[in-house]
Nanobody, 117 residues
Framework: QVQLVESGGGLVQAWGSLRLSCAAS????????MAWYRQAPGKQREFVAQ???????LYTDSVKGRFTISRVNAKNAVYLQMNSLKPEDTAVYYC???????????WGQGTQVTVSS
């Protein structure tokens, strides 16, 4: 099992940028598929972006061209660069890890992102 800690959230004006970080503990980080999810008030948690152990990426349509997910295995870290932020991006953002061998999932505690119009 891996422990995840997110950071980098905050308040930003529309069209601004933020970079979220997720630090993972434990070994075998390179064997995990990493993802970001978000949950806005009153809504269900939704998928935002994923990066596999091989570096393949996937994004939900609403963030394509604006968000970039990346990982640095040597630092046990995954990042989400968010540009051209919109008020509808306001949510708590969660880091997610899936063990490719066991499919066991781990979640971080979340970091708040608020985009003002």
């Amino acid at each position: 099992q891996v422990q995840l800690v997110e950071s980098g959230g905050g308040l930003v004006q529309a069209w601004g940028s933020l970079r979220l970080s997720c630090a993972a503990s434990g070994s075998r980080f390179s064997g995990y598929a990493m993802a970001w999810y978000r949950q806005a008030p009153g809504k269900q948690r939704e998928f935002v972006a994923q990066i596999t152990s091989s570096g393949s990426t996937l994004y939900t349509d609403s963030v394509k061209g604006r968000f970039t997910i990346s990982r640095v295995n040597a630092k046990n870290a995954v990042y989400l660069q968010m540009n051209s932020l919109k008020p509808e991006d306001t949510a708590v953002y969660y880091c997610n890890a899936v063990d490719a061998r066991t499919s066991f999932q781990s979640w971080g505690q979340g970091t708040q992102v608020t985009v003002s119009s």
